[in-house]
Antibody, heavy 123, light 112 residues
Framework: QITLKESGPTLVKPTQTLTLTCTFS??????????VGWIRQPPGKALEWLAL???????RYTPSLSSRLFITKDTSKNQVFLTMTNMDPVDTATYYC???????????????WGQGTRVTVSS | DIVMTQSPDSLAVSLGERATINCKSS????????????LAWYQHKPGQPPKLLIY???TRESGVPERFSGSGSGTDFTLTISSLQAEDVAVYYC????????FGPGTKVDIK
C-alpha cells in the first residue's frame, strides 16, 4: 500500500526559506519506475505542479519558479524534500507530494497523493 | 510551452443529469510511439487531496465509478459524468503529462 505524508512548518515569514518533507511508504525511490513530485494549491486557485525527482536523481522544475526551488531525496529514509527560497505571501498554499510510476517506457500521472500541508507566509 | 485550458469555468447540473467538461491543449498530447494521449483527469474536493480519475485520456483508474468517462485525442478532450451524484460536487482538473506536468485551470461542478 502506497502512502505519502507531507510535513514542515505551517508558518514562515517573508524572505525565509521553506523546507518541506515528504515521507512515503509502499515503494522505493531506488527503482527506475518511480518518481515523486510536489504540487501546490493556493487558496481559491488551481493546482500548480512545482517539482519532480526521479530514481536516478533527475530533477525537473516548473519554469516560473525554477530559480527558487530545489528538490532532493534520501532514498534510505524514503523521503523527498522540497526547498523554496525567498518565500512571499503569494506562496501561501497547501503543498502536496505525489507518486508517479512508469510501466514499460510510459510514465503515468500522479496516482497517489499525500493529504497536503498548509503553509502560510506572513510576517 | 504547452498551455492547458478548460471550459466551462463552472457548471451546475441537476442530480442524475449529465455533466460535460472540456479540456484543450495548445499542443498535441498524442505520443506517436505508443499511440497514447498523455492526458489525465482529477477530482478535487475541499480538504482532500486530488484523486486521479482518468489517464491516457480515457482509461478509468481502478475504483472510479463507471459514470466517469474520458474521451478525445490530440488537443481536445472531454470528461463526462453521465449521471451526476451529490458526491461528485468538486473541482475537476485536466493535466497533461506529455512533458513536465501541467494542470488546467479547473472546472467547478455543483448541483443545480
Amino acid at each position: 500500500q502506497i502512502t505519502l505524508k507531507e510535513s514542515g512548518p505551517t508558518l514562515v515569514k517573508p524572505t525565509q526559506t521553506l523546507t518541506l518533507t515528504c515521507t512515503f511508504s509502499g515503494f522505493s525511490l531506488s527503482t527506475d519506475t518511480v518518481a515523486v513530485g510536489w504540487i501546490r494549491q493556493p487558496p481559491g486557485k488551481a493546482l500548480e505542479w512545482l517539482a519532480l525527482i526521479h530514481w536516478n536523481d533527475d530533477k525537473r522544475y516548473t519554469p516560473s519558479l525554477s530559480s527558487r526551488l530545489f528538490i532532493t531525496k534520501d532514498t534510505s529514509k524514503n523521503q523527498v524534500f522540497l526547498t523554496m527560497t525567498n518565500m512571499d505571501p503569494v506562496d501561501t498554499a497547501t503543498y502536496y507530494c505525489a507518486h508517479r510510476r512508469k510501466e514499460g517506457s510510459a510514465w503515468y500521472p500522479f496516482d497517489y497523493w499525500g493529504q497536503g500541508t498548509r503553509v502560510t507566509v506572513s510576517s | 510551452d504547452i498551455v492547458m485550458t478548460q471550459s466551462p469555468d463552472s457548471l451546475a447540473v441537476s442530480l442524475g443529469e449529465r455533466a460535460t467538461i472540456n479540456c484543450k491543449s495548445s499542443q498535441s498530447l498524442l505520443y506517436s510511439s505508443n499511440n497514447k494521449n498523455y492526458l489525465a483527469w482529477y477530482q478535487h474536493k475541499p480538504g482532500q487531496p486530488p484523486k486521479l480519475l482518468i489517464y491516457w485520456a480515457s482509461t478509468r483508474e481502478s475504483g472510479v465509478p463507471e459514470r466517469f468517462s474520458g474521451s478525445g485525442s490530440g488537443t481536445d478532450f472531454t470528461l463526462t459524468i453521465s449521471s451526476l451524484q451529490a458526491e461528485d460536487v468538486a473541482v475537476y482538473y485536466c493535466q497533461q503529462y506529455f512533458t513536465t506536468p501541467l494542470f488546467g485551470p479547473g472546472t467547478k461542478v455543483d448541483i443545480k
